[in-house]
């Protein structure tokens, strides 16, 4: 089965650093763009941006360039979004997909950033 | 910058009705790369059309898709219990989502 596995929510202050995880499996993950969707609370889908693992080319949207960085490491199928400086109004969920089309999700990482 | 505009924002129907829901780009967009996702609460998306007519796997039949150019339709034929959710269209040639539509029960 082909599917997307995230780390666990996390909550953080503002300020702080936080890198949450993407694991694939079930499929060759090299060979497929990892996009991250974010969905604040309450509202829609925003696209942040897509990195492939293969040989970690990336595309930022420009909303969210300088604000995120995304990485991968192919050897262990796993694709990377970080935050340097964390404020209130990252809190969201955060999906990780296959692209594209979007046609394996993972399962949402929740990231509370409250102080 | 191409902007999809959903509507209605929010349809009622009741289970066993016919629900057409309505995706709008701001310009001319490839038919290659429209896209359509349900999302339940608390739940992740869902692919269920992409190439504007291509159902996902095991996507039922009930849901079909339409259109080109710049005006998109997803079409769920008879609505049952489980179909009542928030539907996203995309252009996944440029990653935009339109704002959704919640399918209410009537």
């Known amino acids: 089965e082909e599917q997307l596995v995230q780390s666990g929510a996390e909550v953080k202050k503002p300020g702080e650093s936080l890198k949450i995880s993407c694991k694939g499996s079930g499929y060759s993950f090299s060979d497929y763009w990892i996009g991250w969707v974010r969905q604040m609370p309450g509202k829609g889908l925003e696209w942040m941006g897509l990195?492939?693992?293969?040989?970690?080319?990336?595309r930022y949207s420009p909303s969210f360039q300088g604000q995120v960085t995304m990485s991968a490491d192919k050897s262990i199928s796993t694709a990377y979004l970080q935050w340097n400086n964390l404020k209130a109004s990252d809190t969201a969920m955060y999906y990780c997909?296959?692209?594209?089309?979007?046609?394996?999700w993972g399962q949402g990482t929740l990231v509370t950033v409250s102080s | 910058e191409i902007v999809l505009t959903q509507s209605p924002d929010t349809l009622s129907l009741s289970p066993g009705e016919r629900a057409t829901l309505s995706c709008r780009a701001s310009q001319r967009t490839g038919s290659s790369y429209l896209a359509w996702y349900q999302q339940k609460p608390g739940q992740a998306p869902r692919l269920l059309i992409y190439?504007?007519?291509s159902r996902a796997t095991g996507i039922p039949d009930r849901f079909s898709g339409s259109g080109s150019g710049t005006d998109f339709t997803l079409t769920i034929s008879r609505l049952e219990p489980e179909d009542f959710a928030v539907y996203y269209c995309?252009?996944?040639?440029?990653?935009?989502f339109g704002q959704g539509t919640k399918l209410e029960i009537k």
């Open positions: 190439a504007a007519s």
């Open positions: 997909v296959r692209s594209s089309p979007y046609d394996v």
């Open positions: 995309q252009q996944y040639g440029v990653h935009t």
């Open positions: 990195i492939f693992p293969g040989d970690s080319d990336t």
